[in-house]
């Protein structure tokens, strides 16, 4: 209750649309809900009640009239009786020495009726009911009773039902223009929120700008971020290549001049220094190159896979490959992806003696899983293997553990497209589980 006191809005906004077009909906159509209600209070206490009045007084005054003519000509009371059946609209009953005691149902008290029927009556003892289709009235004449009939339509106004339907009418009409505008205006922001998610996900996104002027200046932002974003991947590429050229070649040369030279200890070490420098140059030039050439395109997840796994199968390393259910196509960069798993498999055989692959699709993500047998990583490591040139010294060694960029390639190339991959250990297989999850 103190909270609800202290943040009333907070409260209130787990009933307000999420939406931006249900909310610009809402901003527009409850003015227009309160403005006809306003009007609808104004009309049905003001003008209603005085219409309302205005006919019961007529209402009251035709059957005084008749009863005072009544009175003052009884000679003439046929012809007076004529009068109120075929002009007045009354069915008119005369009831013979009849003394008529007063009585007002005690809903009907105070109504505009009984307020009209007692000005007019001057004394005079009447008595009325109202049911669902008649007005029935009844007034003391010198021999008798005149009961007086119509129709309970003569009470009400006609304009009644006609200003609901306007009310009604009105706002239904403006509710639906409101809804075609809005539509509009929100679409080039649900482009856009589109090409911006494809944007993440590593896909084309194609995009022009259109709406209202904040919402092209959006637009173009985002046109020339993504413009900026790969003519940056286009440089560093065409840089790297420069790079991988430069790098390799002197050291092509070094190992060369030193396989013609006297094999000695030294020279075998200096062979091995060089190798893996080279291995390291190479290593982090595909680290840093990345996949950004490569074009997307709809790939089977389950075909492109099963390829992986059995490419990378081995008599001694084994390739385990399941599917479970129904997956479908995505738009992907195939040789990135390939090369993602190919790095998370070759890290499973250099450590395990087994490797399982996993695929399947689970709450808009398709999950591929790569779990081994061998030792685990520790809880307290798991982010950091993921640096570049990081390698976890007490569970896998420095001597077969290659250069530390294997992981960290894979999780470039995954998040580039919008998905993201976690180790833990496999609860089946006490190894290293690692899952790669790709939005759909």
């Known amino acids: 209750m103190l909270d609800i006191l202290l943040h009333p809005f907070k409260q209130i906004k787990a009933f307000l649309p999420r939406t931006m077009f249900g909310r610009s909906l809402m901003i527009l159509i409850m003015p227009l809900m309160l403005a006809q209600t306003i009007s609808a209070y104004v009309f049905f206490d003001r003008h209603w009640d005085y219409i309302t009045k205005v006919l019961a007084h007529d209402i009251a005054g035709e059957v005084t009239s008749i009863t005072n003519l009544y009175n003052s000509s009884p000679e003439d009371a046929a012809f007076f009786l004529m009068l109120a059946r075929t002009h007045l609209g009354f069915k008119v009953q005369h009831i013979l020495k009849e003394e008529l005691v007063q009585h007002v149902p005690e809903h009907w008290e105070e109504s505009s009726l009984d307020r009209a029927l007692r000005s007019q009556s001057n004394g005079r003892p009447y008595s009325f009911d109202i049911d669902d289709n008649y007005i029935t009235i009844q007034t003391q004449v010198d021999n008798g009773v005149l009961k007086f009939q119509t129709t309970r339509k003569r009470l009400y106004s006609k304009t009644t039902p006609l200003f609901l339907m306007w009310a009604a009418g009105t706002t239904i009409l403006f509710l639906f223009i409101a809804t075609i505008f809005l539509r509009n205006q929100i ?254």
């Open 187 to 440: 679409k080039p922001l649900r482009r856009l929120s589109i090409a911006a998610e494809k944007l993440g996900k590593g896909r084309d996104a194609i995009i022009k700008p259109e709406g209202a002027t904040e919402v092209r200046s959006l637009t173009q932002a985002f046109i020339n971020m993504r413009r900026r974003l790969q003519r940056q991947i286009s440089q560093r590429t065409d840089m790297l290549a420069g790079v991988s050229h430069d790098l390799r070649t002197p050291l092509t040369r070094m190992k060369l001049q030193l396989l013609m030279l006297e094999k000695t200890p030294e020279i075998e070490g200096l062979i091995e220094d060089v190798t893996e420098m080279e291995t390291m140059v190479e290593g982090y030039l595909a680290f840093a190159r990345g996949e950004g050439a490569e074009k997307p395109k709809r790939t089977e997840m389950k075909a492109l896979i099963q390829k992986v796994c059995k490419n990378n199968n081995q008599q001694d390393r084994p390739v385990n490959y399941q599917s479970q259910g129904v997956v479908p196509s995505l738009m992907i960069r195939p040789n990135a992806i390939t090369r993602a798993l190919n790095n998370l498999i070759h890290n499973s055989q250099r450590y395990g003696e087994n490797v399982w692959v996993t695929l399947l699709q689970e709450n808009g993500y398709i999950l591929i899983r790569v779990e081994d047998d061998g030792p685990s990583i520790p809880k307290n490591k798991i982010e950091e293997v993921f640096k570049p040139f990081f390698r976890v010294e007490e569970s896998r060694n420095t001597t077969t553990g290659g250069v530390g960029l294997g992981l960290t390639i894979a999780r470039d190339i995954v998040r580039n497209h919008g998905g993201d991959i976690t180790l833990s250990q496999s609860p089946s297989h006490q190894g290293l589980l690692a899952q790669i999850r790709l939005p759909l």
